[in-house]
């Protein structure tokens, strides 16, 4: 995985600011140029998913999470968020799968071999 520009790094930053002082929609505007500079960014891709998710934008949300666990299949933070987003939007079955690769990951299994 390549290193994070400094410029991504202080959008970054800059997003997480405004998330703790709850300017969420100012969070996600930062957060959606980090992973257009760069789409392989699994921590903008993650804290997108949340914010959104935080604003009520599911679908959007999960798109991100789902983005998150392909760049990181063996996260199990990505996994539990991603079963999160699915409960919110009412999506059950899938909350369930997602919560499952989250609890495989935390008894110190794989979601992935290629890992």
């Known amino acids: 995985m390549s290193e994070i520009s ?4 202080d959008i970054f930053d800059d997003a997480n ?7 969420l929609e100012e969070a996600i505007v930062g957060y959606r140029k980090c992973v257009e500079l760069d789409p392989n960014y699994f921590d903008g891709w993650q ?3 949340m914010a959104l998710m935080k604003t009520n934008q599911l679908k959007e949300a ?4 789902l983005q998150a666990t392909i760049l990181k299949p063996n996260d199990q933070l ?7 987003m699915y409960v919110q939007d009412g ?3 899938e909350a369930e799968h997602a ?5 495989i990951l935390g008894l110190g299994g794989k979601v992935d071999k290629s890992q």
């Open 17 to 23: 600011g405004s998330l703790a002082i709850g300017e």
């Open 47 to 49: 804290a997108l998913g």
């Open 62 to 65: 999960i798109g991100c999470g």
């Open 6 to 9: 400094q410029e991504i790094q």
């Open 99 to 103: 919560k499952q690769n989250a609890t």
């Open 78 to 84: 990505a996994w539990t968020a991603l079963s999160q």
């Open 91 to 93: 999506q059950i079955a």
